[in-house]
């Protein structure tokens, strides 16, 4: 497991469209999430413990904000990581009772296009889809009871009341994406 930082990205720019098979069978894009409040991307995977560390409070934080549009996209190569594979998301939504969409990046264009770097990597884009927050969670991946900085909670607090999110903004952490040999 290679740990890694989300990279600092230019609050404002546009969010990139994508085109991406969900477990529900459905395709969605960047359209699909057009008349939410705001679209929550969240770079992930099945095996990273990062994720594991933090997946019950994105299924909270997306049952607080209903109006919000929570995504996941899985971009990890599932040759070598087999337990990333389609199927196995399916698995793994089940199993941790997702309530949000999980996307299947197969080429991994998406996850290079936003310069996604490690799993979760966590994208917030306002009502005007421009990149509104990007980083952590929260100040305590392991220990949700020792948390006393709740960053992506207060950016979406904001957003759904019409306000700017704060500029302060910590990178958020996680196993590296398993990128493709070319």
Same mark, same amino acid.
């Given at each position: ?87 196995? %998301? ?58 006393? %900085? ?9 957003? %759904? ?22």
């Amino acid at each position: 497991m290679v740990l890694l930082e989300s990279m600092n990205i230019p609050l404002g720019i546009e969010a990139f469209d994508f085109d991406l098979p969900g477990i529900d069978g459905q395709n969605h894009s960047l359209d699909s999430y057009k008349d939410k409040k705001a679209l929550v991307l969240i770079f992930m995977c099945n095996h990273c413990p990062y994720v594991q560390g933090v997946i019950q409070r994105l299924i909270k934080l997306q049952d607080k904000f209903k109006d919000i549009a929570f995504v996941g996209i899985n971009a990890n190569d599932s040759e070598n990581y087999p337990e990333d594979g389609f199927d196995k %998301m399916k698995d793994y939504a089940k199993d941790w009772g997702l309530n949000f969409d999980y996307l299947w990046d197969e080429t991994q264009k998406v996850a290079k296009i936003y310069k996604a770097q490690c799993t979760p990597d966590i994208y917030v884009y306002d009502k005007d889809q421009e990149l509104a927050y990007h980083g952590r969670l929260d100040d305590n991946w392991q220990h949700e009871d020792k948390v006393t %900085m709740h960053e992506l909670n207060d950016a979406l607090e904001a957003l %759904m009341n019409d306000k700017k999110v704060g500029d302060q903004q910590y990178p958020s952490m996680g196993c590296s994406i398993k990128w493709k040999s070319l």
